[in-house]
């Protein structure tokens, strides 16, 4: 229903009939609710109207409150709430919000059976929810679980599965960030090789690339400020001027970005013909 506004409106109408319609304590009912619960954020992604989030995430609450304990549903209807709940704290920073989320997210998680497709990205959301918590209250245990997660979400994830790639990149952001606070080399090893793996992984033509590969460049340039190994340098050269090539064709916020990261990383340096390219 994304891609055309009409059919999103008509879907939403669709299904507060079908709730409307439902007598007290159906078990349709809670998949009715969550189905509209989704309808309202797609349009919140679409128009910014708070009053569709707040109206989601009702709803969602709704379908989690009737949905029956030990139901297969319950985690999807958990997970959407969280889903909900995580864009209303993006949009206030309001840290009740996150704090919300990141509950349901583990009740999601632990309500999810272990050999579940599912599993992977409910433990990514979580994961993501904790980051955000660290980024706004710099608490080294949620970076701690953050990173912990993360990795239980890759190997729960099919090597070669095109969705390990942006779980990949969601770990070495984490494991910069714990660099950044305990100024370990084996942080920033271990960043690489997530970024690293998350690019494998990644179609060459995808609209993320271009940020992923910044992601790289920005990650072997720290090392290189503390190495002064010159094959890092030359790596994290070649990755901006991809990723701000790539980026014109895929992704032009990203080039922007790679662009600007190169150029005053060259002007640092003093490599004026480079600043100048970038």
């Keep these: 229903h994304a891609g055309n506004p ?3 409106e008509q879907a939403i ?8 319609q439902s007598p007290p304590g159906s078990s349709e009912l809670p998949g009715y609710l969550s189905n509209l619960g ?6 919140y992604g679409r128009t910014g109207s708070l009053e569709d989030l707040e109206r989601a995430i009702t709803t969602h609450r709704q379908a ?10 319950k985690p999807i209807h958990l997970n959407n709430l969280g889903n909900a709940l995580r864009n209303r704290h993006t949009r206030t920073r309001n840290l009740t919000d996150l704090e ?12 999810t059976l272990p050999d579940s497709v599912f599993l992977a990205s409910r433990l990514n959301n979580l994961a993501n929810s904790l980051r955000d918590r660290y980024i706004q209250t710099e608490n080294l245990a949620d970076l701690a679980a953050t990173i912990q997660n993360y990795r239980q979400a890759i190997a729960q994830t099919p090597s070669g599965s095109s969705e390990i790639a942006p779980i990949q990149n969601n770990l070495g952001n984490a494991l910069r960030d714990q660099f950044h606070h305990t100024g370990q080399l084996s942080d920033l090893n271990q960043a ?4 690293e793996q998350g690019i494998e992984a990644t179609s060459p033509h995808s609209p993320e690339l271009p940020g992923r590969q910044n992601n790289l460049a920005s990650t072997l340039k720290d090392r290189f400020t503390q190495t002064t190994e010159r094959s890092d340098l030359e790596q994290a050269t070649d990755l901006f001027e991809q990723a ?8 032009p916020e990203a080039a922007v970005l790679a662009s600007r990261s190169w150029g005053e990383w060259d002007t640092e340096r003093k490599t004026w013909h480079e600043a100048d390219t970038a």
Excluded: H
Excluded at 65 to 72: A, K, M, R, V, Y
Excluded at 101 to 111: F, G, K, P, T
Excluded at 192 to 195: G, V, W
Excluded at 244 to 250: E, F, I, N, R, S
């Design 6 to 8: 009409a059919d999103l």
């Design 13 to 20: 109408q669709g299904f507060e009939d079908a709730i409307n």
């Design 38 to 43: 989704n309808a309202l954020d797609n349009r």
């Design 64 to 73: 989690v409150e009737q949905t029956p304990d030990g139901s297969p549903s």
């Design 100 to 111: 919300q989320a990141i509950a349901v997210y583990q009740q999601a998680v632990e309500l």
């Design 192 to 195: 690489i090789t997530a970024y």
């Design 244 to 251: 701000a090539t790539l980026g014109l064709q895929v992704a």
